[in-house]
Each structure stands twice: as structure tokens, then as C-alpha cells.
């Protein structure tokens, strides 16, 4: 499955984005999906992660309540909502698919990765 995220770019702390993954190739339905970000000089971490069907959700602590995750497998597509955006949300995000069962919580649980969209938080 190939996966291109898009939709970042810069907001003011408060404001909100979307960002969206739009995959191809193989069925979309298939795989789990999660996004996951990387801040300059930090390691990559897991912010959210929904089931195939999309029944399922799962939030890193720090985003949770303010970021939802959700997925269109008509239009093979993953969105990310983000409100109330801090300086520390900045970070190149990522979206993942993982072909195991369950949702992944962690970066080395997903199989495949598309190129990044960055996010930058003005304070």
C-alpha cells in the first residue's frame, strides 16, 4: 500500500488542522492505520491509531480530547483532526498502515509509511 499524507502546515496555538492520507495499491480496508509524528531532534511517536473498520480508536496521552482520528474506506483515506494546537504538537506527521491484527501503539508496529507532512504551531 502506498500512503501520501497532506494538510499541514503553519497555525497559531489555539487553532486547528486536518490532516488527511490518502492510500493506494492494495485494499485499504486491510490495514490498520495510525498517525505518528517526529519532532526536530526527538524520536518518532505514536499520536493515533483506528481499527480497519474504524470502530476502534487509540490516543497518545498528550493528544487525547484534543486530536481524533477516523477513516473513510470509500474514498481509501485517514484523517487526522487536530484542535487546540500547542508549539509542542510540532512535528513532521506521518500516517502508517500495519497488516497485523489489533491497533499499533508504537512506531516499529506498522508496516508501511508515506512521507511526512509538516506541522508548525506559532506560539
Known amino acids: 500500500v502506498q500512503l501520501q499524507a497532506s494538510g499541514g502546515g503553519l497555525v497559531q496555538a489555539g487553532g486547528s488542522l486536518r490532516l488527511s492520507c490518502a492510500a493506494s495499491g492494495r485494499t485499504f480496508s486491510r490495514y490498520a492505520m495510525g498517525w505518528l509524528r517526529q519532532a526536530p531532534g526527538k524520536e518518532r511517536e505514536f499520536v493515533a491509531a483506528?481499527?480497519?473498520?474504524?470502530?476502534?480508536?487509540y490516543y497518545a496521552g498528550s493528544v487525547k480530547g484534543r486530536f481524533t482520528i477516523s477513516r473513510d474506506n470509500a474514498k481509501n483515506t485517514v484523517y487526522l483532526q487536530m484542535k487546540s494546537l500547542k508549539p509542542e504538537d510540532t512535528a513532521v506527521y506521518f500516517c502508517?498502515?500495519?497488516?497485523?491484527?489489533?491497533?499499533?501503539?508504537?512506531?516499529?508496529?506498522?508496516?508501511?509509511w508515506g512521507p511526512g507532512t509538516l506541522v508548525t504551531v506559532s506560539s
Open positions: 483506528i481499527s480497519k473498520s474504524g470502530d476502534s480508536t
Open positions: 502508517a498502515a500495519r497488516r497485523d491484527y489489533g491497533l499499533g501503539a508504537h512506531p516499529r508496529e506498522y508496516d508501511y
